[in-house]
């Protein structure tokens, strides 16, 4: 449970001091034991945890089960038992399980859930309250179809039980029938300290293999990462199989059967690509430089037969060339000169920059080749057409399916709605690259994906099947592989036949296989049906991909079968969450799972509690101020459910000499805003005093500043200043003026509202406003937090310059942790709070889990130094 922080204010200092809460050691509660155990059959993977913990204590103890799953898993079964007695989640319709949720909420019951999402994981978290002496087994089982990429199927488990754990297992067992080809693993659990702890074992016939990890108590504190609170990282296991037959690996079982096509004796096809490169303002900094340097490490991958295109856009749209050219060496130095130059400039025209690719290739067309467009964006359309519906339309129609559109999605920023929409009506698939060192080399590793095509125009068709999942494919790539699954309908069929016409380099090509339907597959009993699960995780996957490109009763119509297989086979998806009631006080907790880019960045938990229990932080602090000086410091505890404080002085003000000048205390509640700063290793968090001007962000020699106001919950009005130019922003409106024009635009107005002018570009769609002033781009976002309207604003890209002011310019705030309730700054010890934070930086506004040190602490100044006088 987080404490929360009541902050002094005498005579206008903050005087601040924080409650050290004690982070007990929790072996009162005891997870003696953590098993994952994973069984993959045929790339389908069904993992298993199961955490059993007891309570140690004499009375009845809350106990919290968290664990991290990969993104593209459905969970199929949840599973509480304590004192024999079991509680199994229940999938429900998400409306249905909504309500229930709701209900409980309503009766006041904790009704937290969970899930959030990292990069490839999320989160799952429930908690259930156990009696004295008494233990409770938490089983999770999530199922996934494992991907192949650039050549391995990968399946990653990851490990945090929290504490040292007695009896700590992670069992891997892998059975593809055609044979393993290679199996390795990685990840942060395979260090050096732990590598005793690892063992694999391939069988002879290579059908079969065993990974075991078996930490012992003292590896799970010695390992990189890993502390008193035990193991934490990742094993990944890493493999591919073999493939004797390059027809395919097709195998049936119970009325179901999945084909996996991968061949790869193949000539590759020579490409036509055209890269479209966003590189409007909020592209500046380090997005731009990471571009630069995959393109000249894709360009440098080209081979000579590719012929390819790039085009740079902003408001304007360049292309390098007018037409493809030929991957030569001459050309490629040329190109990776131009690449070079590649600058932020000003807003961005996703529409004019794709309908000019689209024309790029169409324009010159190649018997023998395959065509494809590469978009990277890192913001909404703001310039030309920012209609969203339109650009799709306009994008689909230029296309006519004739080769596939591939968005990536760099950072946040973007509307991932719109470029996975766009990618998907088009035959490619949108990705995100997430802002973090490595984004070059996820650039390069989505490029690699696509750089070699093998076949085009792939259509499988089978006999006596129906219920098939996807059966044409635009291409297929090498290291890839394309899975189809489907229903055995004929039941008089002893052989299933299958026929694969697709296009190669220089001719139609055509694979044939068969299987008997018959045969019996050599799987775990309990595995028997993986196919028929396999397909139905692949049909829901499909299906929901698909819905996201129809309009209607199409739309509702593949919405309603993904709904009903997944209530069918218990799956956690988009559509559907899990309920599982508690057994105490019939308290209810739903798991729903996220969606892409929900929670980002942080890889904390999304809180979905309305009511959560008591000692949750809400982002409203309160704040105690005193008229006289106190000259002694006070710790104030949290205000738990009454919105009235209570104090504990360290000594008690009538054990000072009760002079005239006793000082007369008056306490007024006055609300803080804590404020978040992004860093590592954990986010800082600080509250902020409401009712002041606060100098948000100032740049000196480029003559920018921003004010904002604060009020009780986050800023009313924040004013820009830009040479002569000004912009303020308020919760009603948005009005600039150069001194020649002004210009209004309303909050959730129906159109987007555009501005342009010399280094000023200004874009307002709904509640979220885009400016960019010279070198500083800025989002402001509307939050509505129950009536209250607020604005939170969030710097993109500000100048390097080292004299940047302003409590939003300080981001290079470097801390070391040194315990459980210190951190040290610029070598000053100080006490720190784990705690949370509301992140209003994004428009779901996430909970964050941050270390809430004092303002002074956080700023490195005291907050007079913040304030303005004027706005
Ligand atoms: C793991 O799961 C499989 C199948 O569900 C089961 O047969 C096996 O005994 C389990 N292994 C362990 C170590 O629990
Ligand atoms: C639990 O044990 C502590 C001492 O270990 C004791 O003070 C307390 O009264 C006990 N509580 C109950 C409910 O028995
Ligand atoms: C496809 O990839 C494999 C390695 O995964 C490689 O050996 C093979 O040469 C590649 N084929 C082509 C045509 O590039
Ligand atoms: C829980 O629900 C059951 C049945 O709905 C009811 O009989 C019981 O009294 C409830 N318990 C509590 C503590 O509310």
Known sequence: MERTTLVLTILGHLLLCVTSAPVKQQRDVDIYSFHINSTVTSRYAITVITSRVANRLNESKEIHFQVKIPKNAFISKFRMTIEGKTYDGVVKQKEAAQQQYSQAVSRGESAGIVSSVGRTLEDFKTSVTVAAFSKVTFELTYEELLKRRLGKYQLQINAQPMQVVADFKIDVYINEHPGISFLEIKGGLKTQELSSAVTSTLASSTKEAWVNFYPTREQQTKCEGCGENGLNGDLIIEYDVKRPKQNGELQASNGYFVHYFAPTDIQKIPKNVVFIIDHSGSMHGRKMAQTRTAMLKILGDLAQEDYFGLIVFDSKVDVWKAELLQATEKNLEQAKAFVKDINDRGATDINAAVLKGVDMITRYPREGSASLLILLTDGDPTAGETNTGRIQENVKQAIGGKFPLYCLGFGFDVNFDFLEKMALENDGVARRIYEDSDADLQLQGFYEEVATPLLTDVQINYNGASNLTQTSFRQYYNGSEIVVAGQITDNSLETLQTEVIAISIDSKVTYQDSVSTKDVIDVLPQHENFIQRLWAYLTVKQLLEKEVTLKGDEKEAAKKKALDLSLKYEFVTPLTSMVVTKPQENETQVAHKPKEGEEPRTHHRRVLALQPSSGFVKSHQYMVQSVRPLGFPFLLGPPGHADAPRLHGHKSPARHPPKASRPTIKLLLQPAVRFLISILPKPICYDAPAGHKLLLLKDP??????????????FQVIVLHYKTEKLRVSHDNIVY?????????????????????????????????????????????????????????????????????GILGKTDLQYEEVSDSKIKIKDLEIEATWSSAIDYRFPTAPSVECWLVPVQSALQGELSDFTVSQL
């Open 701 to 714: 020699s480029s003559d920018f500043s921003m004010n904002g106001h604060l009020s009780d919950e986050g």
């Open 737 to 805: 003026n150069n001194g020649k024009n002004r210009v209004k635009f309303v909050w959730g107005q129906l159109d987007p509202g555009n501005h342009e002018s010399h280094n000023v570009s200004i874009f307002l769609r709904s509640t979220k406003l885009n400016v960019t002033m010279g070198s500083v781009n800025v989002v402001f976002l509307l939050h509505n937090k129950s009536g209250d309207v607020f604005l939170w604003p969030v710097i993109h890209q500000q100048p390097k310059n080292a004299d940047i002011q």
